[in-house]
């Protein structure tokens, strides 16, 4: 691309900025919690065909995903929750690029919290509120428009983008390897999460898990002669804690620096007994486990269950009535590409170009889709987006326009860059 072309594209950019804004205030204005990302698609859908891409829209067949090693049990299926991949076709003799995103949501309760409407997308202060504007709307939004403004200014590209939009995220990540068991690959992938305008060739994994801890009944009169699940839930509590403190000592990774960060091991739930006025034999405790890549994943849901083991054997009456550990509902695994990657470096280069500055290269703090990308659909993907893990899935959550913007532009940059070099030899 010449100097003239570039400025070309950074113009136009810069001439549509409100209605790019308005864009993304029309997307986060659509309720779309998973399991209800039936609009937000169908507009996105009609969006991309509107722009003249080839727009695939199907619907995931849970029967076949469960056949898929990288499948995680969910509790519902995906019938009118469809998948996007929507094709801008190149000339030939290029790389091509994958642009991953999702469009679900976390819930909102009945707005609690938040000091306005969470489907308001308003604007104050330079930001756009509401459920979605960080996570991830205002990435999946970077990379539509990215496209669609070099189309409108007639930049040709040698190699194929596909724009993958997705369901299901915050469960499951089953849009994206559905995705990609339907057969859409890349030479990379470029994946809109929260990053804060950081490259992000790594992410790190999440693993939940529940204890059930099962103490001894008594009459609330005679309470001395039960074993309270409180209590035994205060000792596996501590026994996390030490679990915890011990992988912060010792696990180690260059994009992860701050440990504590990004290994948290926690209790996050801790429910016990039924009823105020009845001793609470029971107790069922809910966690999670951060991991980071070159773990062994299954290895580090072991060494949770050693740690409880072994603090229900110092205990009178857990080592004869040991807690009981499961691992449920969201799994994902560490992942990373290496950070010499040529799609690392291309969207670095033109962060550069965009800002001035050198991007911070890390390690998400978050588990991330790319997952399924880099494992199985031998598309390797960096994380970039304008959004801000710290404010993600918080009330009142929002995304800086000026970081929207800067985004839709390296974006741009990128996607000619990287879809007009040589072909990959993939011999």
Avoid at 82 to 102: C, D, E, F, M, W
Avoid at 142 to 168: P, R
Avoid at 364 to 388: C, K, M
Wanted: overall charge negative.
């Amino acid at each position: 691309m010449t100097d003239a072309t570039r400025q070309r594209l950074l113009d136009k950019i810069d001439a549509s900025r409100d209605s790019a804004v308005e864009f993304l205030q029309k997307m986060v204005s659509i309720p779309s919690v998973t399991g209800d990302e039936a609009a937000i698609q169908a507009f996105l859908g009609d969006y991309l065909k509107g722009i003249g891409l080839d727009v695939d829209m199907w619907e995931t067949d849970w029967e076949e995903l469960k056949k898929h090693p990288g499948y995680r049990p969910v509790d519902r299926g995906y019938e009118g929750r469809p998948n996007i991949v929507a094709t801008a076709k190149g000339t030939g003799g290029g790389r091509s690029l994958l642009l991953n995103g999702h469009t679900d949501v976390i819930p909102v309760g009945n707005g609690e919290g938040w000091s306005d409407n969470p489907w308001s997308a308003s604007i104050k202060d330079g930001r756009i509120y509401g459920r979605g504007s960080c996570d991830m709307k205002s990435g999946v939004a970077s990379h539509i428009l990215a496209v669609q403004y070099l189309k409108e200014l007639g930049i040709e590209l040698k190699g194929d983008v596909l724009i993958n939009i997705v369901i299901d995220e915050e469960v499951s990540g089953h849009g994206t390897l559905d995705t990609v068991i339907r057969g859409y690959t890349a030479d990379a992938g470029i994946s809109g999460e929260t990053s804060d305008l950081h490259v992000q060739p790594a992410c790190i994994g999440r693993i939940w898990f529940e204890i059930e801890i099962q103490g001894k009944p008594a009459g609330i009169q005679q309470r001395y002669l039960g074993v309270s699940g409180i209590a035994l839930g205060q000792k596996i509590v501590e026994a996390v804690q030490e679990l915890e403190d011990e992988r912060v000592a010792t696990v180690t990774h260059p994009l992860y620096p701050s440990a504590i960060d990004s290994l948290p091991c926690i209790i996050g739930s801790f429910q016990a007994g039924n009823y105020p006025s009845a001793f609470p034999a029971t107790a069922l405790l809910k966690g999670s486990i951060g991991t980071v890549p070159g773990e062994d994943h299954e290895g580090v849901k072991q060494s949770l269950v050693k740690k409880i083991a072994e603090a229900a054997a110092r205990d009178p009456w857990m080592k004869d009535h040991p807690p009981v550990v499961r691992f449920v509902g969201y799994d994902a695994e560490a992942s990373e590409i290496p950070r010499e990657h040529a799609i690392v470096q291309t969207v670095s280069r033109n962060y550069t170009e965009i800002t001035g500055k050198q991007p911070v290269i890390s390690g998400r703090q978050g588990a991330a889709d790319t997952r399924f990308l880099n494992s199985y659909g031998e598309t390797p993907t960096v994380i970039f987006g304008p959004g801000s893990t710290a404010v993600m899935h918080a009330n009142d959550e929002y995304v800086s326009i000026d970081d929207y913007i800067a985004a839709i532009k390296v974006m741009a940059l990128s996607i000619y860059d990287w879809c007009n070099a040589s072909a990959l030899n993939k011999g």
